[in-house]
């Protein structure tokens, strides 16, 4: 594995470590420590790190840099990581997209209950098993005079907000008294209440330079059906008050998020402190640390647009392959260590820029070309005919499984008299510099002899339909002498009566536009209409025994994977992951 390079998140958790900082056992009783002691370990010395998707839609790109931060530090640091499903907001959330969420943090790695691959500690949470707890901590600052039922309109409360350049107003219910607020808010918890008629906010400065601190939003009624409560409650917590207190009862050390809520911190702040003086947390809280977010060119990382895409159907679905879900991912043939290394590569900083795409493929092909078998593919299949080759006859010919790799072996191509090659290793006229097949000269069929060209037939357009060749006897690679003729072509081949005929998708960026919805376009204008190709090639026989998720190098194309919906055994279909360079136009 490759050592994560050193950044700012790091250099904090190792200062803090090394202070001791989080020695000693605190917050008993909390689902962290329930949990950590039912593993038989209560070694509080522990950083604690989470991840905590909303289950509101897929994950994208962006999580697995999040991922990989997250659950890489609880590794690195003999820590550990949550998993915590952060599904406070009802309407939006489901079990279908809870259950895509812990499929893909599997398939980079993680797990949790200790079921790590790497070892790495971590535990699963869900934030809606706290509305308990949250609701006692919005009591508490009742109690303490830190909140207040508000029953302004939601226009009210928005225009007394007041702007960056003009401090808010207080609401005029700012001032009730502590019984009131508590009796107010205990009917909004039993129900007496209509959705939207009041709202319970904290009670901190209507004239604070930072307007997340203008008597933010704490509960809001809404009947709305929870997947995990169902219908228990119909108030519901903001997610600016709920996720602190998520993070307090896990006793996360380090809470790390993207820089868009740094605004937020303050609140977060506020909170700790005031729950500590209620006497529902003790010190040491966590603490809250921004990181930039991946911004990846010719992509569109925002669950919002992604629906879009899905349900106007411009992609077949969450997981196609021109998605960047990672369900898209894994079936376009990306792979957990090509994000690893990616993630590892671009690194973790403060302040917002973009990745280019083309960052992400090498890393994919670097992995894929030290892990991915080699075969032979024909995407633009024409006829070769070997004049001077028995009819009815074949043979073995012996290709590497990996070149780099020679323990892997080889495995058999067999060859007969008729073959498909690339339509474009054949020109009647030659370019200048053409030195594969054209009349007259020869080539090395890769793995097999040395063939001369003697010419080709054309259909009434004009169109070559066979290219004649006549092979050298003495010539087969792996042979004694093989090498006595020098050529310069070297080209690939599969024999006729032996390919699999198989559907490819080349799939290419979806968007043209590296930013796509830049200027005042809409996204969906930058969508490249031609990102994706299917054809009919000729693969060698072995081909046709991939499983679904195999992936190969096919040699000259690139990367690609036996796609994981549409292939059936004996019957693989399969989608390029990625070109062997970047061929992009910009
Ligand atoms: P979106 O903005 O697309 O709706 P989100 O941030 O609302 O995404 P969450 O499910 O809340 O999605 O995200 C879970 C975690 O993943 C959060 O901690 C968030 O900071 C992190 N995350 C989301 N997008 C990115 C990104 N582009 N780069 C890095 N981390 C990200
Ligand atoms: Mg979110
Ligand atoms: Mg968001």
């Known amino acids: 594995p490759i050592p994560a390079a050193s950044n700012f998140i790091r250099a904090i958790i190792e200062k803090d470590l090394a202070e001791n900082k989080y020695a000693q056992k605190h917050w008993a009783g909390s689902p962290g420590d329930a949990a950590h002691q039912s593993t038989g370990q209560v070694d509080f010395a522990k950083i604690r790190t989470r991840f905590p998707p909303e289950p509101n839609g897929y ?22 990581c949550h998993l915590r499903f952060d599904d406070t907001n009802p309407e939006k959330e489901s079990q279908e997209y809870v259950d895509s969420i812990s499929d893909m943090v599997q398939w980079l790695g993680f797990g949790w209950n200790n079921n790590t691959p790497d070892g790495a500690e971590t535990n699963l949470y869900f934030a809606s098993d706290y509305f308990d707890v949250m609701y006692q901590a919005a009591e508490a600052l009742i109690t303490h005079g830190h909140a207040y039922v508000d029953e302004q309109t939601a226009e009210e409360v928005r225009i007394n907000r007041g702007t960056l350049t003009e401090p808010g107003k207080d609401s005029p219910f700012r001032n009730r008294s502590v019984e009131d607020n508590l009796r107010i808010f205990r009917e909004m918890r039993d129900g007496k209440h209509a959705d939207g008629s009041m709202l319970l906010r904290a009670k901190i400065d209507m004239a604070s330079p930072n307007i997340n601190m203008r008597d933010p939003a704490i509960y809001r009624i809404r009947r709305a059906h929870h997947h995990n409560t169902g219908d228990e409650w119909c108030i519901y917590p903001m997610y600016t008050f709920a996720h602190p207190i998520e993070d307090a009862l896990e006793q996360i050390t380090h809470s790390i998020c993207t820089l868009e809520f740094e605004d937020q911190r303050p609140f977060y702040d506020w909170l700790m402190a005031r729950l500590v003086e209620a006497g529902l947390l003790a010190n040491p809280v966590p603490y809250q640390y921004e990181f930039a977010r991946l911004n990846l060119t010719y992509v569109v990382l925002s669950k919002r647009k992604l629906i879009q895409l899905v349900e106007e159907k411009h992609v077949s679905g969450w997981d196609d392959p021109r998605l960047p879900t990672l369900a898209g991912a894994r079936r376009r043939g990306y792979t957990p260590e090509g994000f690893k290394l990616f993630t590892d590569r671009i690194g973790v900083s ?15 092909r670097e992995v894929l070309n030290e892990s991915a078998p080699r075969k032979i593919a024909v995407l633009d299949p024409i006829k070769l005919v070997i004049d001077n080759y028995p009819e009815n006859q074949e043979e073995d010919c012996y290709a590497p499984n990996h070149p780099q790799k020679p323990d892997l072996g080889k495995r058999v191509v067999k060859l007969s008299k008729e073959l498909w090659i690339e339509r474009e290793d054949f020109m009647e006229e030659p370019a200048k510099g053409y030195f594969r097949l054209f009349p007259g000269n020869m080539v090395r069929l890769r793995y097999g002899y040395v063939v001369k060209c003697l010419g080709c037939e054309k259909d009434a357009a004009g169109n070559v339909t066979i290219v004649h060749c006549e092979y050298l006897t003495d010539t087969k690679s792996g042979t004694p002498g093989s090498d006595s003729v020098k050529v310069k072509g070297n080209i690939h081949w599969v024999s006729a009566a032996h390919a699999y005929e198989a559907e490819i998708r080349l799939y290419d960026r979806l968007f ?5 919805g830049s200027g005042d376009k809409d996204f969906l204008d930058d969508i490249n209409p031609d990102s994706v190709r299917s054809i009919t090639a000729q693969l060698e026989q072995s081909a046709q025994e991939a499983n679904a998720g195999d992936i190969y190098q096919f040699e000259r194309h690139g990367y690609f994977v036996a796609d994981r ?19 992009w136009q910009k």
């Open 59 to 80: 994950l994208h790109i962006g999580h697995a840099k999040s991922i990989f931060l997250n659950f890489g530090l609880a590794r690195d640091y003999n820590g550990v």
């Open 512 to 516: 043209k536009d590296a930013h796509p």
């Open 565 to 583: 919906k549409d292939s059936v055994p004996g019957k693989p279909v399969f989608n390029r992951t990625v070109t062997l360079r970047d061929n």
């Open 350 to 364: 403060k302040a917002d820029s973009w990745i280019d795409y083309s960052i992400l493929e090498d890393c994919m």
